[in-house]
């Protein structure tokens, strides 16, 4: 689904100047894409393994259960279906928002593709396999752990650092504080059980009366 070695920071220049928090989530997913790049040379050197994630490789979103995903990573997967996905995804999407069924096959999977790439949730970027492509409906992280990638902790806690002004936490000891403490993993929900059929009415919405 995702080739972390390959990575930019996504850059929506007129949108990022008239929503505040858009460059903070883009900024954060630049550090998170940075460092996925860096943990993955390092375990590729470390273990003599090769990363098996591609385009077009879809198993994990089809079979994961446990993508988690916080309040300003949905505000950005709602603003990119509603205002950046033209016809025909468009469509096809609206309908696999509409009938999603809270089970484990991610919605904004279509064609072997993520519709919302640019602003896919840290956790799918996090999610990296070695070795060999996930068989169908095999979840690596419990047949073979030693085969998923261990993001680094570091860049992580950078990323979540960039997104917690849309919290409402800006100054650095509260900060340091907000990470430590977890507060922000507390706010993540997964992503199986969110009500995608909201998100298929506001791109209606917007259809019908655009900004
Ligand atoms: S190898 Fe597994 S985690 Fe990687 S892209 Fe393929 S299905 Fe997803
Ligand atoms: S958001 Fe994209 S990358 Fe994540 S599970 Fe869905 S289709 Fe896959």
């Not at 990022?16 to 993955?40: F, H, T």
């Not at 505000?75 to 996905?85: L, N, Q, S």
């Not at 064609?111 to 492509?133: G, L, S, Y």
């Amino acid at each position: 689904m995702k080739k972390t070695k390959d990575f930019q920071r996504f850059s929506f220049p007129d949108d990022e100047k008239k929503l505040p928090w858009l460059p903070l989530l883009l900024d954060a997913y630049e550090v998170i894409d940075r460092g996925l790049v860096d943990a993955v040379k390092e375990h590729e050197k470390k273990q003599k393994a090769k990363l098996a994630c591609q385009k077009g490789c879809d198993v994990c979103c089809r079979a994961q259960n446990d993508i988690p995903i916080y309040p300003l990573e949905m505000v950005g997967i709602y603003w990119y279906a509603v205002e950046k996905i033209g016809q025909p995804l468009r469509e096809t999407l609206k309908k696999q928002l509409l009938l999603h069924a809270k089970g484990p096959r991610c919605p904004f999977l279509i064609e072997h593709a993520c519709t919302v790439h640019p602003v896919r949730p840290a956790a799918c970027r996090q999610f990296n396999v070695f070795n060999k492509p996930c068989a169908e409906g095999e979840d690596p992280y419990y047949t073979r752990r030693y085969d998923v990638l261990t993001p680094k902790r570091k860049y992580r806690d950078r990323a979540f650092s960039i997104m917690l002004p849309f919290y409402g936490i800006t100054d650095d000891a509260a900060k340091s504080h907000a990470i430590k403490s977890g507060l922000l993993d507390s706010q993540a929900k997964p992503m199986r059980i969110c009500s995608w059929r909201q998100l298929a009415q506001r791109m209606d919405d917007f259809d019908f009366n655009p900004k």
